[in-house]
């Protein structure tokens, strides 16, 4: 079972992680210049990649990620340094939906910006440095590099029946 949600985790983040690479560059081809056609053309084409194909895998790979949490009881260090990876793709994520809203409703009076100095960042967050690195390689963080409030449980019980050591 762990294996198949990990499938599951690895082939939606690999859409997701498509989708936040192609979307911005995607996005740049928006020009005021355009006729109607080509502008609606690539206006839809934008939107329903994101509503329909990289929003949904976004979803179901932090579904998948969280299943595989539970399911594997990793509640360490790494696992934590690993979640702010993956709110950087979401902050990600968020700014990308709000490009194609605003390309969408501004056709004429909205430049949307130039997809290349952010696909640098974007590959920066899904990169080894941040996110496989501490999946594949699951460095020790010494625990004094880890705020005191994420080490005390905070007078509530943890949501699983195994408590880490």
Not at 13 to 31: K, M, Q, T, Y
Not at 56 to 71: E, H, K, S
Not at 102 to 115: F, I, K, N, V, W
Request: proline letters at 8%; charged letters at 15%.
């Amino acid at each position: 079972m762990i294996t198949a949600v990990k499938f599951l985790h690895l082939a939606a983040l690999c859409i997701w992680s498509a989708g936040l690479v192609g979307l911005p560059l995607l996005l740049a081809r928006h020009d005021a210049s355009h006729d109607q056609e080509e502008y609606g053309r690539l206006r839809i084409l934008t939107h329903h990649a994101y509503i329909g194909l990289v929003t949904p895998a976004a979803v179901f790979a932090i579904a998948a990620g969280t299943a595989l949490l539970f399911m594997r009881g990793v509640f360490v260090p790494w696992m934590f340094a690993k979640l702010v990876g993956v709110g950087a793709l979401v902050l990600l994520h968020a700014w990308i939906g709000h490009v194609t809203l605003l390309a969408g409703e501004r056709q004429g009076s909205y430049d949307p910006p130039r997809g290349w100095p952010f696909t640098p960042l974007i590959a920066a967050a899904l990169s080894a440095i941040v996110i496989l690195l501490l999946v594949l390689g699951k460095p020790l963080i010494d625990e004094q590099l880890v705020p005191e409030w994420l080490l005390q449980p905070q007078d509530q019980p943890l949501p699983v029946d195994e408590v880490p050591n």
